[in-house]
């Protein structure tokens, strides 16, 4: 239940390219392609073997990141998410820039909810601690990219600081009380160690900011749920069952409705 979908960055101020001046080296990829390509269609499998092919055959940058991220799109829609942060990592190598490096840092953290083993999760941690740390050495004060870090110490926590995760999202909150990244990743959190008035709290302020954010008005739904408030559980899922696109969300919220009749 906690694979909801994490994305909240739609929205966010878009970053620039950091000058030359300030510009440091780009991380390296510090992934490999692992996709199970058999899970691939057949059409599927002849399109990545052109777009890999009309990478290799050129020299023109720009060309490459176009092909590179049709192969990363291809991926996401195969679920083959490290394969989706190798490619994002490419681009980044090929245009080094703040947001060249949240894609490819946000790419490994999102792989990491969906690997299948410690080691893996470690991995892709670790890639993404990477990404964020070259933003914030352009950019310290970019929030979203301390959040983000922040979450790689939830999932892979430091063994001397186990509660660093938290306090870095704490900072990004008392910079900026309305950050949507710090205040969801933090009822994200609440939930999962199954303290449900302290999410409610976290996801209602989000609502305030952002009413339309249907991953946070489904954790408030379990929320409400869990504190036995069963009406306003009621409503969210009423409401999510009847806007919602997300056919997962949709199906999620009527099992929830029938529980709660």
């Known amino acids: 239940m906690y694979l909801l979908p994490k994305a909240i960055v739609k929205g966010k101020k878009q970053v620039t390219q950091p000058s030359k001046s ?9 992934g490999e392609e692992t996709h199970n390509q058999p899970s691939l269609s057949k059409q599927q499998l002849t399109q990545l073997a052109n777009w890999k092919n ?3 055959s050129s020299t023109n940058k720009e060309k490459k990141i176009i ?4 192969i990363a799109n291809l991926f996401k829609s195969a679920n083959q998410f490290d394969s989706v942060a190798f490619y994002k990592a490419k681009i980044s190598e090929w245009k ?10 946000n790419a490994y953290l999102f792989a990491a909810r969906f690997a299948l083993n410690q080691a893996k999760v470690e991995k892709s941690v670790q890639n993404a601690r990477g990404y964020f740390d070259q933003v914030l050495k352009q950019k310290e004060d970019f929030l979203d990219a301390k959040a983000q870090m922040a979450q790689t110490y939830l999932m892979v926590p430091n063994k001397q600081n186990p509660m660093q995760g938290v306090q870095m999202l704490l900072q990004v909150i008392k910079k900026d009380p309305n950050n949507q990244l710090a205040l969801f990743i933090l009822g994200e959190r609440s939930m999962q160690v199954r303290k449900y008035d302290k999410a409610i709290e976290r996801f209602e302020k989000l609502l305030s900011i952002n009413p339309k954010n249907e991953n946070a008005q489904y954790y408030l739904g379990m929320a409400y ?4 408030k069963k009406l306003k559980a009621l409503e969210i899922f009423k409401n999510i069952e009847k806007v919602s696109t997300d056919s997962a969300k949709v199906a999620g919220a009527r099992s929830y409705l029938q529980q709660l009749k």
Do not use: H, R
């Open 225 to 228: 749920v869990e504190t036995g």
């Open 54 to 56: 009309a990478i290799s």
């Open 96 to 105: 080094p820039s703040i947001n060249s490096w949240m894609q490819a840092g």
């Open 67 to 70: 092909f590179a991220d049709s």
């Open 22 to 30: 300030k510009q440091a080296d780009t991380p390296k990829n510090m």
